[in-house]
Structures are given as structure tokens and as C-alpha cells.
């Protein structure tokens, strides 16, 4: 049990958080479902349904709900798989940047190639001697795709928290990336600054999602301060190293109520393959496919990795075994 006395299942594969002395009836009217029209597995034992009013849930527990659905056709259950914060539904689970790319006519192939609908985009002054110099609003539609300010290259809150006014001023957003960083070496996020930055921003009614180090301790500060996603880092920003630390990512991820997104340090396709797997909500993106000898092919790549990741997660992976169990019977071997 944990300290605020809340209890830590799993639901058909999805941990889940629940108040202690819940009984599976009340579980199932709380998940909005009729006690009566469900059949309850608890840990791998059927529970007869006369008695989930008095079947309490226990720390620990691993719950299979199911319920008789028209068949056939499961196209639409997967379609319909996408994830909101704020408020604002999104049907994909793979945010990309706009930096590092040859031109902008690459970087908006790389875009429609991943199927991303959200972009970070940088807030930079003006070139005022070359006012119509081409800029990413020429390339990439802000009415079609959602552009999400980022604080890239700041390394305090006061200067994040005025580079996200500017950024309200210019085009109206209030759903922002927030980062302030330690050190340019290792671009690892300034934790009290970021804490610091995110208090006032959401004080000033903006949604912040949050770039972070991979400690659930601090998810939590900044899920508190009013961050609506967290986002912690799997290695440094443009490493290209993959997820350095599943259990705390997983930690967060079980942790929290809002979204989690992994943010730096993808460099592959399995690498966001296993943010998806551990249950995250979605992947930021930038060097990874920015960098790549073909960027619009790795977009796809990436697209397919994170739905493939997903997919799994909702699968629910086999037990991991100490030794081997044959796939085939031994009975009737010849």
C-alpha cells in the first residue's frame, strides 16, 4: 500500500491506482461498467460474480475484466487508441522538432512522413534584416499541425517563463514544452529551475509539459506545481543512446496522473518501441530522425515504432522465464 493509501493494480494490462477496501463490484462501477454484465479474473482465478461485492482488491493485483462485445471487426478499437492532455485529443502518440533538418521542405516530409501532429518549435527573434526570409509557418500549417513552443537553450526559469510569454504574445498558445537546463556539457534540466518555472506558468494559466530528469520524486513535484505531461529524458538530448533507465521511466509512468512522454535521447526505432512498451504515453523526437541518413524514411520508422510499442503494451507482453518451456507438446513425441 502506499502512503496515501491508495493501492497499485493492474487492469487488462494497465496499472492503475485505486483507494484501499475497494471491492471488485465497486471497482467495475467506478471503470463505469455493470458488476453484473462483467466477468472478473483475479489473479489468474475466476471470482464467481455473486461474490465481487465482497471480494476486496489488494496491492498487487492483476485483473482481467471482460465483457460480451459484437465481433468481427477491431479496426476501430485501434484507430480510436489516442491519448489527450489538456484536453486536446491527438490520435498520435509521436511528437517531432523542427531542428537540424537540411531545409524546411525536409523537415515538413518528415513531419507527414511520421504522422505527427505535434511539432516543438523553438522561439528565435526575428531576422529584421531579411523580413521575408521563408520561415516554418510556410511549410508546416499551424491550422493543420499543433505547434508546441519549447524554451530550447534556457538555462533559468526567468528566462524560460519570458521566452513562453513571447511565445503566448506571438501566436496564442498556452500548451508550451517547458526545459530549463543545468549545463550546456550534458544538457541535463535544472530540477529547482524547472520546479521554479513551472509554478509560475501554470499560475499564469499556461498547460506546461514538462522536460524533466527520469526521477519519479520529481514527477510528482512537478505533476504538484501543475504540469500537464511529464517528460522525462532516456538519455541525453541528441545522444541517440536509447533508454538508459527502464525502472525509473516505468516508476514515473505508474506514478503518474497525467501523461508521460520520454523526451531525449532516442536514437532508433526500437528505442521508441521500448518507451511505448513500458507504457508510456507517447515519444518526443528531434536528432533521432532530424539526423538520419534518410530523415522522411526514419519518420516512418519512427511512426511504426511507436504504434508497433503501443500495440505490445496493450498486448501485454509474455512472463519472463528463468529456463526454457517448449512451444510445442512433448506428448506423442515419436
Known amino acids: 500500500m502506499h ?13 492503475r491506482r485505486v483507494r484501499t477496501g475497494l471491492t471488485l463490484a465497486e471497482l467495475a462501477t467506478e471503470m463505469g461498467l455493470v458488476a453484473e454484465k462483467v466477468a472478473v479474473e483475479r489473479n489468474l482465478e475466476v471470482v464467481p460474480r455473486s461474490t ?57 516530409a518528415a513531419v507527414e512522413a511520421s504522422g505527427a501532429e505535434i511539432v516543438t518549435v523553438a522561439v528565435r527573434r526575428v531576422n529584421v534584416s531579411d523580413p521575408n526570409a521563408p520561415m516554418l509557418t510556410d511549410y508546416i500549417d499551424p491550422k493543420k499541425i499543433t505547434y508546441l513552443p519549447n524554451t ?7 528566462s524560460a517563463i519570458r521566452t513562453l510569454r513571447l511565445a503566448r504574445e506571438a501566436g496564442g498558445w498556452d500548451l508550451v514544452k517547458l526545459e530549463v537546463l543545468g549545463e550546456a556539457r550534458t544538457l541535463y534540466p535544472d530540477m529547482r529551475e524547472t520546479l521554479k518555472a513551472t509554478e509560475v506558468l501554470a499560475s499564469e494559466g499556461f498547460l506546461p509539459m514538462v522536460y524533466c530528469a527520469d526521477d519519479p520524486i520529481a514527477a510528482r513535484q512537478l505533476e504538484d506545481a501543475g504540469a500537464v505531461a511529464i517528460m522525462p529524458l532516456g538519455a541525453p538530448i541528441g545522444s541517440g543512446l536509447g533508454i538508459q533507465n527502464r525502472v525509473t521511466i516505468r516508476l514515473i509512468v505508474e506514478g503518474a496522473k497525467v501523461p508521460v512522454l520520454v523526451d531525449a535521447g532516442v536514437g532508433t526505432a526500437s528505442d521508441a518501441a521500448v518507451a511505448m512498451e513500458l507504457g508510456c504515453d507517447g515519444v518526443l523526437m528531434n536528432t533521432a530522425i532530424a539526423e538520419a541518413k534518410d530523415p522522411v524514411r526514419m519518420a516512418r520508422a519512427m511512426k511504426l515504432a511507436v504504434e508497433a510499442g503501443r500495440e505490445a503494451y496493450l498486448a501485454g507482453r509474455m512472463a519472463r522465464r528463468m529456463y526454457a518451456d517448449p512451444s510445442s507438446p512433448l506428448a506423442g513425441l515419436i
Do not use: M, P
Not at 3 to 15: A, F, K, P, Q, W
Not at 75 to 84: E, L, M, R, V
Not at 152 to 158: I, N, S, V
Open 3 to 15: 502512503s496515501d493509501g491508495t493501492l497499485s493494480i493492474r487492469v487488462n494490462g494497465e496499472h
Open 52 to 108: 465481487l461485492a465482497q471480494v476486496r482488491v489488494e496491492d498487487g493485483d492483476e485483473l482481467e475484466i471482460v465483457h460480451f462485445v459484437g465481433g468481427g471487426d477491431h479496426a476501430s478499437a485501434i484507430a480510436d487508441d489516442g491519448w489527450t492532455v489538456a484536453g486536446r485529443r491527438f490520435r498520435s502518440r509521436l511528437i517531432v522538432g523542427t531542428g537540424k533538418y537540411r531545409d524546411f521542405e525536409q523537415n515538413a
Open 152 to 158: 530550447a537553450g534556457c538555462f533559468d526559469a526567468e
